[in-house]
């Protein structure tokens, strides 16, 4: 919806959703027409500065002049430049000379455009990642905080959605928190491995500059080495063709496509704990679950969590097929393609991250409800333990199974075909052949007797894996997520 006062013809036209009812603000910025113009020019400066040091000829005045204009964009005059040239790089370098008449000469001297789109698209990859590591982080930080808090508590496992061995709620919830830290790692290493594209020129034979600096191959190559530096990267990639290679799209939505697929994961889990009403999402004081249905409380956020990592998902097919499709040093077919998915991935997971931390934030646990469901289901899986009561007792294994499986069949009939409870131990104590171990029936009932190491295995894993990981993170795990929507 518009805001208030918001002009009636930005209502007239498509706005992506991404951005305007979703996406954080920073990571909005991070991909927008100011941030992408206003790096065309730093890396000009870069480059005119390196030059210059290098020994070409250019001023100090010609320096502070387009360093005093970095955020001075008409984007109007760059718009009509466009339009008239058909190429945009060239448009923002006629924008740019406009306003630093003295620095006209020299701006974008020796380069080819991939230098400021390509080493743009860099910066803003990296940048993005920096974005999404903290959000990433918090989210495990929030969910360690209530793995620690129902790390013993019993509940039902499930496997094939089946009922199986019991859990606890805290290891279940550590099943995600462990997905999630693969992709902490995985984002990080994407990020760390990003290269700049640097100072190659129009082939990536970085011929243009050979010529400028009288084929001083040294000059040349410092000259790379120099605007990467001022660029904030430790290393360009050797060889280019006129772009980098357009694997590298590849290995950035790769990651981000995992992380849509362990958000997709938690958050389906979370709507089916819903279904069972064990665990549910937040759910705001004037929150309205159905038009039609006063009663529902749906978990809208998981579901717009599992909506949008399934379009995050999908993405990384965009630069699988461009890479493939590149023609020895480059076609132009890249370009439109990644103008949306490179943004589309990072809004979407930016997204995706803030609406897993407002619901890992209000996560809401009905202990009866699952103290119940064990109940129903404790009786069956319990059985191997009474037979090993009664031999111990002085009993008959092969008798004991075949009682077992009579009173277990008559209490499966009662619960499919009776829809009544699971009465499997009322039969057991009725029966005289159990009277050994009737005293023994509450310990051998013992949910906490089910779980296994689980509880032991929450402690270690927060503490050896978890807690390390979010080490780099922790001036940062403050602040709760308040959804605009």
Known sequence: MAAPGEDEDVMARYRSPLVSRYASAE??????????????????????????????????EQIREMEANLDNIDFKMAAEEEKKLRHDVMAHVHTFAHCCPKAAAIIHLGATSCYVGDNTDLIVLRD?????????????????????KYADMPALGFTHYQPAQLTTVGKRCCLWIQDLCMDLQNLERARDDLRFRGVKGTTGTQASFLQLFEGDHSKVEELDRLVTAKAGFQRA????????SRKVDIGVLAVLASLGASVH????DIR??????EIEEPFEKDQIGSSAMPYKRNPMRSERCCSLARHL?????????????QWFERTLDDSANRRVCLAEA???????????????????????????????????MATENIIMAMVKAGGNRQDCHEKIRVLSQQAAAVVKQEGGDNDFIARVRADPYFSPIHKQLESLLDPSSFTGRAPQQVAKFLKEEVQPALIPYQSKMGGKIELAL
């Open 27 to 60: 990571m909005a910025y991070n991909f927008s027409e100011r941030k992408k113009f206003g790096t065309w020019r730093r890396l000009w400066l870069y480059l005119a500065q390196a030059e210059k040091s290098l020994g070409l000829s250019i001023t100090d």
């Open 128 to 148: 993005g990642f920096n974005l999404l590591l903290p959000k990433l982080a918090r989210v495990i930080s929030r969910l360690a905080n209530f793995a620690e």
């Open 237 to 244: 990639y050797m060889v280019t063709g006129q772009t980098y």
């Open 265 to 268: 994961k938690i958050c389906t």
């Open 272 to 277: 089916l704990l819903a279904n069972l009403k």
């Open 313 to 325: 998902m999908t993405l990384v097919m965009d630069p699988l097929q461009t890479a493939a499709v």
């Open 346 to 380: 990072f809004l979407t997971a930016d997204i995706i991250l803030s609406t897993l931390q407002n619901v890992s934030e209000g996560l809401v646990v009905y202990p009866k409800v699952i103290e119940r469901r064990i109940r129903q289901e404790l009786p069956f």
